[in-house]
């Protein structure tokens, strides 16, 4: 069975930082691709941040480029979402999600499977 675990969310003032962690077992993390999403209320879910199974490429949404850093460590399972000069605008729903191969994708569908989320609230 694979799980997915987002911890590292809370509640924080405009101009903070926060780091999301995301440990994956069940499958074999290295494998594959990870990406970070998230959705705020009444709106679709979207990409943020992706990277490839051995974290040599990453990729980021324009929206967070600049302040949000996707990073991995394969020797703990775990993914990282380090973000940096928060803005009201970024409380959402945050959620990882593991790929169905070794490269990203910018397209939903190519993940399958996903974390309970953790929320982000930020203050202004």
């Known amino acids: 069975q694979v799980q997915l675990i987002e911890s590292g969310g809370g509640l924080v003032q405009a101009g903070g930082s926060l780091t999301l962690s995301c440990t994956v077992s069940?499958?074999?993390?290295?494998?594959?691709?990870m990406g970070w999403f998230r959705q705020a209320p009444g709106k679709e879910r979207k990409l943020l941040a992706a990277i490839t199974a051995v974290g040599r490429q990453t990729y980021t949404s324009n929206s967070v480029s600049g302040r949000f850093t996707i990073s991995r460590d394969n020797a703990k399972n775990t993914l990282y979402l380090q973000m940096d000069s928060l803005k009201a605008e970024d409380t959402a729903v945050y959620y990882c999600?593991?790929?169905?191969?070794?490269?990203?994708?910018?397209?939903?569908?190519?993940?399958?499977?996903w974390g309970q989320g953790t929320q982000v609230t930020v203050s202004s």
């Open positions: 069940g499958r074999t993390f290295a494998d594959y691709a």
């Open positions: 999600a593991s790929g169905r191969t070794a490269t990203y994708s910018e397209s939903i569908s190519a993940y399958v499977y």
